[in-house]
Structure formats: C-alpha cells, structure tokens
C-alpha cells in the first residue's frame, strides 16, 4: 500500500458488533433479521460467535417464542417468529395510544381499506392483476396500491390487537 491508497474499511458487520454489544443481543439481531430458515452455523457467522454459542442463544429465543425451530433439520434452522413479532408492534401501540385513538385509527383504516376495494371492485387484494395493461406507469400505480393496501389491512390486524391488549390490561383474553 503506498501513502495515498485509503485505509480499509473495516467489515460493517464487525464494526457493529464492536459497540460493546453481547454475544445473546448480536444473536438476538441477527435472528430478528432471519425470513427463512437458516443454519445456526450460518447465524453464528453472522453474529460473529462460535456456532455452539449461536445454537444456545437460539434455542433460548426459540423458548420465549422470538424464533422458530426446525429441530428435525441437520444442524438446526431457526427463522424469526412473525407473530411475535406483530405482538411486540400490537404492544407498543396499546403503550402509546389510548383506546379512542386506536380506535380512531381503525376508523380511519377501514375507510382506507373501503376505498381500495372500491377502486378494484374486489375485497381480497390478491384477486387484483396489475400485469393486466400495457402501460408501465399504469402496472406501477397499480403494484404500489395493491402493497399499501395489504399494509391498511395489516395495519388493521395490529391496532385490533392493540386495542384487544389496551381493552384487557395487556392481556389478549379478559382476566
């Protein structure tokens, strides 16, 4: 390397992990980010760790829900836990809204939802073509409203579960 050539960068991941974060909480990250089954060799790659390391935090995660485990697979895969996932959003909306907000806010998400179904004459989204036009601008109006709209009803599903936990003290079933 001669004096003008520039430092390398260091690996971002390492550079992240170098924060004086744990080897559970790199686990934890890295599982988060997990959409389809992946090796803990892989995971443990990832989170910078050993592979048994990996495997133990995993399988804790796997215990408190965060993950699932696909234990029949040789090594085991883990992939993110979806629903847990929606229960922590649900969660922190009922945190931070009142009932009558949440409520309002559902309000406001099924007339969002009437509108959509209005404009494509159909109350499932998936039943919409957007490949059906020659014009590309047209198809890409059409992909954008199709995915806001699985978001609206998605949205939904989380502040009812939101208001479900406002309404029952943080409890989905009243006590």
């Given amino acids: 390397m001669t004096d003008f050539d520039p430092a390398p960068e260091p690996d971002a991941s390492q550079q992240q992990w170098s924060e004086g974060t744990d080897t559970f909480g790199?686990?934890?990250?890295?599982?988060?980010?997990?959409?389809s089954l992946t090796a803990y060799t892989d995971i443990a790659e990832l989170a910078d760790c050993s592979p048994n390391a990996a495997k133990k935090h995993l399988d804790r995660l796997a215990e408190m829900g965060v993950v699932r485990a696909d234990r029949d697979s040789r090594p085991t895969q883990y992939q993110r836990n979806e629903?847990?996932?929606?229960?922590?959003?649900?969660?922190?909306?009922?945190?931070?809204?009142?009932?009558?907000?949440?409520?309002?806010?559902?309000?406001?998400?099924?007339?969002?939802?009437?509108?959509?179904?209005?404009?494509?004459?159909?109350?499932?989204?998936?039943?919409?073509?957007?490949?059906?036009?020659?014009?590309?601008?047209?198809?890409?109006?059409?992909?954008?409203?199709?995915s806001e709209w699985q978001g609206v009803i998605r949205d939904i599903r989380l502040y009812e579960l939101a208001r479900q936990l406002s309404q029952n003290e943080g409890h989905l079933i009243p006590a």
């Fill in 26 to 35: 790199r686990v934890y990250d890295v599982a988060l980010g997990i959409t």
């Fill in 83 to 146: 629903g847990y996932l929606e229960w922590q959003d649900a969660s922190r909306i009922a945190d931070e809204l009142t009932i009558e907000e949440i409520i309002d806010r559902v309000k406001a998400l099924e007339q969002q939802r009437k509108e959509y179904e209005t404009q494509f004459e159909t109350t499932d989204p998936t039943e919409v073509s957007v490949f059906d036009h020659e014009d590309h601008e047209t198809i890409h109006e059409r992909m954008t409203a199709v």
